[in-house]
Every structure is written in structure tokens, then in C-alpha cells.
């Protein structure tokens, strides 16, 4: 509690260093500096010895010592004849960094809140200007330290950084009793840096360059502000994020680049506007240059665009000023920002594009207004790829609502010019409030997906007369996706309801009904809102235990809907997104009273979030990888330099985080998820943890890959697409380095990048919120998923080591199976047909009742195919859907599809061959197929030819039956009817 109270109120305590006179003149001192300086020591009180600060009863209860900001190596220290500051100081500070002050050393400047004077033979430190003795100093501003006969000097270096205070980790602060009655006397800072040209202890060092990958944080702990540790800047102590009291100014310039511990403070719009702003043009660009370098230090795009407005020419001659002023700035980002801008209010497109290029590979920012920016400019120089590829990186990132409202019109203008697009879906939200704000959001996370939406807006209020009425708008349009969004309001409950489940089961009743009635009518699937709860209840704490209350009800009817929905419903968790955006951002009464919408606004694009990842999980979207870094991502620490015991998973603080998120991928893998590495690490080392450490809640037979090298990360997992035979968009990547995501974004497009925030213990949330896994159904495919694509990878080793395919094949022992849809099999068919992409002839996307009705098409005939081998049971790899063709006793080959873990087995023969025997049983003569061509399907655009299909028209072929005379495959053999062979 002490040392709490001690750090919140350490401005309070500064001591005073009075300045002393002992003759002679300054060596160095010359002109206004050394005039000054001495000017400064002559003004102050003689004195036998420190005087007590004067200090307020209130102030006096804060018993405290602190330095603001870092202290200095090689910094003097304050003191008179009596050496009673110093040797206080010295019990603050190691003796290593205090040394004795160079006689007729002249400073005057600040480092942090500290403003410095040195004058002969002696230094006097006032520190903290709001409290300084006024009859000494007049004011104190920019950085200069002011008397009444004294001119203004130039400030240090170092005053560009603007060090948040730490406590001192020794007895001055929290030491002995003793110690504390002693602290309100004490001197503790007094600085001065030397001018006879000795190196003045980093204070003029503004930068330091950033280590590799350093940890990046919030700040020190307190406990480890008293942890012993390497010198300073070196990759280990950055890495840890730990705070050592001896750092320079330079190593807190690595700490600021690093982005680790607490940044300098941050230039703000306003702090532009009143730099510039009464400063003739000229003179705007000079103090430009010293703002841009600032804000370069933590960049904001608020602070750079205020700078680009304060720097608007008014005539021609300013804009020449203008241009010729940003070249000659120094590459970084801002500059490379302010260009971007710059030639853009030129008219300079092509300049503002390669400029923005150039930004994003220095800042990795995550602002989506800025990617905004750039897509326009691509837009206007009508690169719809590039533009595209802006507004999916700025969708990735969470952007409010105002982003879709500002980019509504754009969104919608590059998807219809920019390719990219995997889905097509006929989309239509129907309910009981206001949805006009809620679609243009739907459009765009559509968009970011790859999905090209066609949407239907129902009338406000009427969604069981659109579903109902057979003539409404919505069965004209036939959605393939239906959202009903519902909320509490439309139960019209009572705060108390007599009849507890006749009031649930009532109105599950009636929902059944129109889920039925829009299956049977439009074969949709259908995205049901469960109903949130209110704000506020009169019965409040009474109404969680009383029986038919308002929020008992409403939580029941919830799982009663869950419990009872069909395959081909989803019911989404409203009351979980309600909880993610806070119960005030979500309800927000004046918004319904006003314009009968809910939820609010700000709580739209969560909403819209969690109603995409149930489109993703219909239309086959739902990603498969999850990639992971190791070192600062699965545990703390880097496990190269650090050693087994020095990484940190589990015990306490954000050990404890990297565990949670272990845990977490652990039961994605138990649920069917894919888990691999890819890590810039030496093998060995990135295995000894999963072997080895205790606390690990993952070990290596958890991975179906596990890459660690040090090849850039990009190539490392194009190398792990093509291993397990998925295609990017499955990927998930986790890694707490800025830059690599970055690099993965711009490289890997496809690839979903987790933007991790700065504490471990979030990293849960990060990757929970981007939604990337949500599943609808899960089978027994999805338990042992990782276990099979684990056998494909052994059987992929096999194959290479395998002197021919022939013998490869052959001595795989492959058995398969096939059987009819049933209703025990029906949801993992779906799955198939809405997820395989590379082998799938037509890419035809079917919904569970879709599916069900081609099956009870009369003349069909459906197989699932099933595939053991030596290595394993590998489960439905196949489906294959036939339906009446053109002509009499003819099929058309209506989905023909296999998952890509058997790709290479020729099992597509095995699926010939079982289809040729039921069309003969069926009296079939010919059987047409159709190949329709996609980005991603070209590995069967020969499957035809292949299997002696002949063409009969563009991208058709036909098959005559008879012509059929021995069986395709060689090397499967049917499980239950032995080989197929045919007469």
C-alpha cells in the first residue's frame, strides 16, 4: 500500500539543490550559456547547507523519494560542503553511476521533468518546474529553465523524450524505518552533462535501433523492478520487458523503438495545432520537422494528419516550399506518410501510391482509416486488385462504425470490379427492428471474405408474414440464407410469467413453425437471434432465483431453442456478443425510442462479426489451421537465449496468459482444429520446451506440423499449404511480432493474421474475437482430425522414399467403402460439399435441407465414400451426387467432390468405378458430366478424359456405360462387396 501511495504521488516531492558560489571562472562556459549558468549561481541564497523543501501538511504525508524518468550514467550529482545531497543520493542510486562534477562544466536543459543547471565547481538541479522556488526561477517552458537573469538556453537531446516516472527499487523509497523519517530532506535529482566534449551519457543519443523481435508490453511490473539483470539494451533484457533502474537515456530510446515498457508521451492533434499554428509558413516547416520526428517515435495517424493540415499551402509558392521540404526529410514513416498525403492533394497519384506502399512496410499500423486512405487512391488509379487487398486488410481490424459508413460507397464499387470472390450466396435478414444500418456492414465483412452477397432487406416488423405469406419478397427471392433478428421485445414477457414452461414451450412452438416453413420453401439455411436480455429489470438481484421471471424465461427459451433447433438452424448467442460490446453500447434505449433499432450502432459490426461466422460455417469458409509462433506467443521469453528455465508458462503474472492460451489450442485441436508451428528458432530448441517443460499444456503430438528454422515465415507456410494439401485461405497465424504479421498480410493475403494486443493475458480474447472456427455441426471426422492429417503427412514421407507410385500404392493396402446418405452420415456430407475445392468438378455449395432434397429426388443416386489403409481409418473422403439427365436412362453427374488428404491415391477411380455398378443396376446407359472450372479446382479439369468420359459440348462430357468392359482402380478394393468387376 506504502510503495502504491509512494509511486502515485512522487510529483509531489522534489528537493531543492541550492546553488553555491566558490569563485573563478568557467572553462567552457562562453557567451549566453556560461553568463547564464553563473548568473543562475550568483542569484541563489548562501546557505550552510540544503535547505528543506517547503512542503504542504498534505504533501508532507507522502513519504516518498522517486526519480523521474531513468537515470544517467555518468551524471553528477548535487551537493554542497556538506555532501549531505549527494550521499543521499548516492544510497538512491548504484555508486556506479555517480561521478564528480568536471569544474566549469555549463548545461542548462531537461531530461524528463528534470531541468538542469551546472555552474563552476558546483551543480544545482531544480527539478519538476510546478514546484520550483519562484523567487529563484521566473518559468520554465520548452524545455529551457528560466531566471529572472538568465537567457533562455537550448534544451538537451533528450527532452524529445518524455520519460513516465519509475520508483526507485531501493531503501530511499521502501527501506527501513529509519530511512523513511529522513526522505522529505533528501535530494534526489541533480544532473548536469559535460561540456569540455566528453560524451555526455547518451543524453544527445534520440534513437537507439530496435533490437530483434523484443517483447512488447505495458510497462515494468513491480515486481521486477528489483530483479537483477544484464546490461542494458541487450535483446535479453528487452525481450523481458523488465525495467532496470541504472538505463540510460539511450536504453529507454530502445525501450520507447521497441515499443517495450512505458512510451514517451505521445504527440497529440492539439499539440500541432498550437506549435504551428501562429508560426508564419516558413517557420511552420522548421518546427514540422522536430514534430514529425516525434510522432515518428510512436506514430498516430490524428497527430500526422493534424500536421498535414497545419502544413496546407495557401499559394504556389508554399506548395514548392512544401514538396522540396518533405524530400529532404530523412525516410521513416511519418514522412513516408506526410508524402502520401501530400501528393495526393497534388494530384500525384501514382507518387501517393508508392508512397503508402512504402509507409505500410515501415509502420505496421492497425488504424483501418489509414488503409482507407491508400484504397482510395488505388481506386482512382483504378487498381481494383490493389484496393481490394487495402479494404480486406483495414476490415481485419475491428474497424467501428463509422469506417463502414465512410466506406460504404467504395466496398461497393471495388467488389464489383475486383476479382477474389469464392462464394456466391443469396442473403436476406427479416425482423422485428430497424436492419438499413445493419446491411451495409453485412456487405462489407462479405466482401472481406471473399463472398459475393445478394441482399434482401425484409419490411420492418413483418418477418412471420415474409415467411409465411407465399407471394412476400422474400419467397420471390429464395434466399440461401436466412437471418431472423429477434429480440427480447418481440416476447412481450411480463416482468413475471404465471406458467413458466408453457410460456418457453409456446414460443418455441412457434419458431419451429417458421423454421419449417422456410426450409420446405426456400431449402435456406436459417440464422436464428437468440434473445438478449434487458438492460435493466425491476425485480433485479430477485429475478436470477424467481421462478418465471423475465431473465429466467428468457435464458430458458434460449436453450430450449439451441436444444430442439434442426441441422439446417443455427441460433446465435446474442447474449455473449451483448456481453463483448458492454450492456450500455449494446442497449441503448434513446436509439429505440428514436428509430425502433437494436442494437445500437456501435454494437452493429460485433453483431454483424458473429452472423458472418455462421455464413462462413454454411458456405464452407470456416478456417482449418491454426500457425504459431513460440518464443513471446506460446510462452514468454526466447527459448534460444533464455534456456528452458528461463521461459516463462504458467506460475504467475503473464506465465499464467501464455497457459490460458495453450489450454484454448488444445481444445480447438480436440474439436478438429489443426494446430502447426512455424517459428524463426534452431530445431532443437523449439522442441525442448514441449518435451521437457512441466507447465506445458501442449506437446508435440498436438501439431500436425512443426517447422522451426530460419527461413522467412511467408515461404515456411506456403511450404505447410502445400504438405497438408489445404489451401491458404485455412490458415490461421498467431505471432506476437508486428512486423511478421505484416510481412504475412502483404506476402499471404489469404492467411487470417490474429492481431495480438500487448498482454498475454489477452491473447485468449484476440484470437476468440476474429471467429475463425465456428462450427455448426461436429462429427466423429472432426475428433480425430489431427490424427489423420498426421497419417497423411507419414504417408506423404512414405511416398517419397517409395521407388515408384505403383508400388507405393500398392503396398498401402487401401480398402473403400461405399454407402448411401443417411441421416447418421448427412451432416458430415455437407460438410464435404461446402469445404473440398480442389477435387470438386462443379464447386456446387448445398445446405443440409438442399441436400436432403436431392436426396429424395426421384431417379438419384448418392454415395459416400469411406477409406481405410494401413495407416489408419481416414473416414467420408468422398460424395457423389447423380440426378436424372437429359435424356432417358441417363444421370447427370450433378457433385463430384474428395477431400484433399487422399489426394494422390487415385480414389477417384475407386468413385468411377462404384458409380458405373449402380448405373447398371439402375438401367443407366450414359452418364454426363460437367467440369466447371474455379481458381481452385484446376487439378481436376482432366478428370474426364482421364476416366475415358468423351466431350460433348463445352465442359461436358459423356460416358457410355457399356463401353466400361474392367474396373478403373488397381489398387482399392471394396470393403463390403469385394472387387468391382464388371462384365
Known amino acids: 500500500m506504502r510503495r502504491a501511495r509512494l509511486a502515485n504521488h512522487h510529483a509531489e516531492w522534489i528537493a531543492e539543490a541550492r546553488v553555491r558560489d566558490t569563485g573563478g571562472t568557467a572553462a567552457t562556459g562562453s557567451g549566453d550559456a556560461g553568463r547564464g549558468a553563473r548568473a543562475c549561481a550568483d542569484s541563489a541564497p548562501r546557505s550552510r547547507g540544503p535547505a528543506r523543501p517547503r512542503v504542504a501538511s498534505r504533501e508532507r504525508r507522502r513519504e516518498a523519494a522517486v526519480l523521474r524518468g531513468v537515470s544517467v550514467r555518468g551524471a553528477s550529482v548535487a551537493s554542497d560542503r556538506s555532501r549531505r545531497g549527494e550521499g543521499q543520493l548516492r544510497r538512491a542510486l548504484p555508486a556506479r553511476h555517480l561521478s564528480p562534477v568536471p569544474r566549469g562544466a555549463v548545461s542548462l536543459g531537461r531530461v524528463g521533468d528534470f531541468a538542469l543547471v551546472a555552474a563552476e565547481g558546483r551543480t544545482a538541479a531544480a527539478a519538476d518546474a510546478a514546484l520550483l522556488d519562484r523567487r529563484e526561477v521566473q518559468g520554465f517552458s520548452s524545455g529551457v529553465l528560466q531566471s529572472s537573469q538568465c537567457k533562455p538556453q537550448e534544451p538537451l537531446a533528450a527532452d524529445r523524450t518524455r520519460s513516465e516516472p519509475l520508483v526507485l527499487p531501493d531503501g530511499a523509497v521502501d527501506g527501513a524505518a529509519t530511512r523513511r523519517q529522513r526522505t522529505r530532506d533528501r535530494v534526489v535529482a541533480a544532473f548536469a552533462r559535460h561540456a569540455r566534449g566528453e560524451p555526455s551519457s547518451g543524453l544527445d543519443e534520440p534513437h537507439v535501433p530496435r533490437e530483434r523481435r523484443p517483447r512488447r508490453g505495458d510497462g515494468p511490473r513491480g515486481s521486477e523492478l528489483r530483479r ?10 528487452l525481450r523481458s520487458g523488465r525495467v532496470q533502474a541504472h538505463h540510460g537515456a539511450g536504453d529507454l530510446a530502445a525501450r520507447r523503438d521497441a ?17 504551428l499554428g501562429p508560426l508564419p509558413f516558413e517557420q511552420k516547416l522548421e518546427a514540422a520537422r522536430e514534430l514529425a520526428a516525434r510522432i515518428d517515435g510512436a506514430f498516430a495517424a490524428p497527430s500526422a494528419d493534424a500536421l498535414v493540415g497545419a502544413l496546407r499551402p495557401a499559394t504556389e509558392r508554399e506548395r514548392r516550399l512544401r514538396s522540396a521540404w518533405a524530400a529532404d526529410l530523412p525516410p521513416s514513416a511519418v514522412v513516408r506518410y506526410l508524402q502520401a498525403q501530400f501528393a495526393v492533394d497534388s494530384g500525384e497519384l501514382g507518387t501517393a501510391a508508392e508512397r503508402w506502399a512504402e509507409f505500410f512496410a515501415l509502420a505496421p499500423t492497425r488504424d483501418p482509416f489509414v488503409f482507407l486512405q491508400a484504397a482510395r487512391v488505388e481506386a482512382r488509379l483504378r487498381r481494383w486488385d490493389a484496393a481490394a487487398a487495402y479494404l480486406r486488410t483495414a476490415l481485419q481490424h475491428q474497424p467501428p462504425y463509422s469506417f463502414f459508413a465512410r466506406a460504404q460507397k467504395l466496398i461497393e464499387e471495388v467488389a464489383r470490379e475486383a476479382g477474389g470472390s469464392v462464394r456466391q450466396l443469396r442473403l436476406a435478414i427479416v425482423g422485428s427492428t430497424t436492419t438499413s444500418l445493419l446491411l451495409p ?20 416488423g413483418a418477418f412471420r408474414q415474409e415467411i409465411l405469406d407465399p407471394a412476400s419478397g422474400l419467397a420471390q427471392f429464395r434466399p440461401d440464407v436466412l437471418i431472423i433478428a429477434t429480440h427480447w421485445r418481440d416476447l412481450h414477457l411480463p416482468a413475471v410469467v404465471d ?4 410460456t418457453v414451450a409456446g414460443v418455441v412452438r412457434e419458431y419451429a413453425h417458421l423454421w419449417q416453413t422456410a426450409s420446405e420453401r426456400f431449402g435456406c439455411h436459417v440464422i436464428q437471434h437468440g434473445f438478449d436480455l434487458p438492460a435493466r429489470d425491476s425485480y433485479g438481484a430477485l429475478a436470477g432465483r424467481l421462478r418465471g421471471s423475465r431473465p429466467r424465461v428468457i435464458k430458458l427459451l434460449n436453450l430450449r431453442l439451441e436444444a430442439e433447433a434442426p441441422a439446417h438452424v443455427s441460433v446465435l448467442d446474442t447474449i455473449r456478443v451483448a456481453s463483448e460490446v458492454g450492456a450500455h453500447t449494446w442497449a441503448q434505449p434513446a436509439v429505440w425510442h428514436l428509430a425502433r433499432q437494436h442494437p445500437s450502432t456501435d454494437a452493429l459490426p460485433a453483431l454483424a462479426e458473429e452472423q458472418l461466422s455462421h455464413i462462413r460455417a454454411v458456405t464452407g469458409l470456416t478456417r482449418k489451421v491454426v500457425v504459431c509462433d513460440l518464443d513471446n506467443t506460446l510462452w514468454g521469453g526466447v527459448i534460444g537465449e533464455d534456456g528452458l528455465d528461463g521461459i516463462r508458462v504458467g506460475g504467475s503474472g503473464d506465465g499464467e496468459g501464455f497457459l490460458d492460451l495453450q489450454q484454448y489450442l488444445r481444445e480447438l485441436k480436440d474439436r478438429g482444429v489443426l494446430l502447426a508451428v512455424c517459428s524463426k528458432n534452431n530445431p532443437e530448441d523449439a522442441r525442448l520446451p514441449f518435451e521437457q ?24 507456410i506456403r511450404r505447410l499449404s502445400e504438405t497438408l494439401r489445404l489451401g491458404l485461405d485455412s490458415f490461421v497465424l498467431l505471432d506476437d511480432n508486428p512486423l511478421e504479421r505484416a510481412w504475412i498480410r502483404r506476402e499471404l493475403p489469404q492467411v487470417a493474421v490474429v492481431e495480438l494486443g500487448n498482454s498475454p493475458s489477452d491473447y485468449v480474447r484476440d484470437l476468440d474475437r476474429g471467429r475463425y472456427f ?41 480398402r473403400g467403402t461405399c454407402s448411401p446418405v443417411t441421416g447418421g452420415n448427412i451432416d458430415r456430407v455437407v460438410q464435404l460439399v461446402n469445404k473440398a475445392n480442389q477435387f470438386n468438378v462443379t464447386t456446387r455449395r448445398y445446405t443440409t435441407p438442399q441436400a436432403e432434397a436431392l436426396v429424395a429426388t426421384r431417379g438419384s443416386w448418392q454415395g459416400v465414400f469411406s477409406l481405410t489403409d494401413c495407416y489408419g481409418d481416414h473416414g467420408i473422403i468422398g460424395v457423389m451426387f447423380c440426378i436424372a439427365g437429359p435424356e432417358p436412362r441417363s444421370w447427370e453427374i450433378d457433385t463430384w467432390l474428395m477431400s484433399c488428404r487422399v489426394l494422390g491415391r487415385r480414389f477417384e477411380e475407386f468413385m468411377a468405378d462404384a458409380m458405373v455398378q449402380a448405373a447398371r443396376e439402375h438401367g443407366i446407359v450414359r452418364v454426363y458430366g460437367e467440369y466447371r472450372p474455379t481458381a481452385r479446382n484446376s487439378l481436376v479439369s482432366d478428370l474426364y478424359p482421364r476416366l475415358r468420359f468423351t466431350p460433348a459440348g463445352e465442359s461436358r ?14 489398387f482399392i478394393t471394396s470393403h463390403s462387396r469385394g472387387s468391382l468387376v464388371h462384365a
Open 228 to 237: 537483477a539483470h544484464a546490461e542494458p539494451g541487450t535483446a535479453k533484457a
Open 259 to 275: 515499443g517495450v515498457g512505458r512510451a514517451a508521451s505521445r504527440v497529440t492533434p492539439a499539440d500541432v495545432g498550437s506549435r
Open 693 to 716: 517443460h512441466q507447465r506445458m499444456a501442449l506437446r508435440l503430438d498436438d501439431f500436425v506440423a512443426f517447422v522451426a528454422n530460419w527461413e522467412d515465415k511467408a515461404t515456411n
Open 957 to 970: 462430357y459423356v460416358l457410355d456405360v457399356a463401353s466400361v468392359s474392367a474396373p478403373y482402380t488397381r
Open 774 to 814: 465456428t462450427s455448426l455441426t461436429w462429427s466423429a471426422e472432426d475428433r480425430v482430425r489431427t490424427e489423420r492429417y498426421r497419417h497423411g503427412a507419414a504417408i506423404a514421407t512414405a511416398q517419397r522414399e517409395a521407388g515408384s507410385l505403383d508400388t507405393f500404392l500398392s503396398g498401402l493396402n487401401m
Open 499 to 502: 406458467d413458466e414452461e408453457g
Open 441 to 460: 456492414v453485412l456487405r462489407a465483412l462479405c466482401f472481406r471474405d471473399g463472398i459475393t452477397a445478394e441482399c434482401y432487406e425484409g419490411l420492418y
